[in-house]
């Protein structure tokens, strides 16, 4: 196999990375638009039947960032490998090292900084959980976590003391208890009691255990995560890899472009060019011809010099 400086230099590889930048970001720039379709689609539909007034972050606003984002990216990554151009190729490569680095740096801040982290998220989903009837994306996102989790609240189960259907203090039936899938399954595919949770905020969580889930659902989540490490690895790769790779092929074809532009081949056709150029309407100046409309250069091949047949207008100096 031959080294990588002497392959770097043959058409084959020059194409080669060229199709496969090309077919990568096509890739992610078809993604990043179903994202932000779907996104879009699920802002509207939330419209709708939304009362809450934009205190908490909807998840559709999230995909509609993250679909710009991808989408826009990928586009300037795909025109620049198509029309070689360095510029929008450094864009994108910018950019792709950039959101590398701002993830690395937020999972490093949250791993350093984890109860900070923690008690962030529990405000967030504590605020979530005050207009948890009101806003439908964050009540079927909880509702999954804490079934798929078998979680309660953010902390703990008595998060859910802060909901005004469920305030200690209330007359409804949902008062001083939790929703429904908070409370443990004994067998599965069995009828909910939707009423399962009754009556249980105001009580200990040493005779809740076969009632509901009293552990909250940031603990739960980090204990998943600790108990399947190969999992949560396998799913932080499948994020940073595929833009890891997209750096590498950028770079490559980004230095490519460079080299091709200052290589020895390219510099000398350029001047030979430019001089020819030059020369010519040089020489032609001085023979006194001039390019006027309506006026055609004949150039015989026994003569060296062009004989000038004015056709309809006299050309002057």
Not at 54 to 79: D, N, R, Y
Not at 98 to 123: W, Y
Not at 160 to 181: D, E, K, R, S
């Amino acid at each position: 196999m031959p080294p990588y400086s002497e392959m770097r230099k043959s058409n084959r590889f020059y194409y080669f990375i060229k199709f496969t930048l090309n077919v990568y970001s096509m890739l992610f720039s078809l993604v990043g638009l179903c994202v932000l379709c779907v996104g879009v689609y699920a802002e509207v539909e939330r419209q709708k039947n939304r009362t809450l007034e934009g205190l908490f972050l909807a998840p559709a606003v999230v995909l509609i960032l993250l679909g710009l984002v991808m989408f826009t990216v990928s586009v300037v990554g795909m025109v620049g490998s198509l029309r070689d151009n360095k510029t929008l190729l450094h864009m994108f490569l910018c950019v792709l090292c950039v959101l590398l680095l701002l993830q690395a740096v937020a999972v490093t801040t949250a791993l350093i900084f984890e109860k900070k982290t923690s008690a962030l998220f529990q405000s967030s989903i504590r605020e979530g959980i005050k207009h948890y009837y009101d806003d439908l994306d964050f009540k079927n996102i909880l509702d999954y976590v804490q079934q798929k989790f078998s979680c309660c609240g953010g902390d703990e189960y008595k998060d859910w003391g802060v909901n005004q259907y469920h305030f200690c203090n209330g007359t409804g039936p949902l008062a001083c208890g939790v929703p429904y899938t908070c409370c443990v399954r004994e067998k599965v595919g069995e009828v909910i009691n939707t009423l399962c949770g009754y009556r249980t905020l105001d009580q200990q969580r040493e005779t809740l255990h076969e009632v509901i889930h009293v552990r909250g659902c940031i603990h739960a989540v980090n204990l998943w995560m600790s108990d399947n490490i190969g999992l949560t690895t396998a799913m932080c790769c499948a994020i940073g890899l595929p833009q890891l790779l997209g750096i590498i092929l950028s770079c490559i074809f980004w230095n490519l472009l460079v080299d091709m532009s200052q290589s020895a081949d390219m510099v000398d056709f350029k001047k030979k060019k430019s001089e020819f150029n030059t020369a010519s309407w040089t020489w032609l100046a001085r023979a006194g011809a001039c390019a006027c409309p309506g006026t055609r250069a004949t150039f015989p091949s026994p003569s060296p010099s062009p004989t000038w047949t004015p056709s309809t207008s006299t050309c002057r100096n």
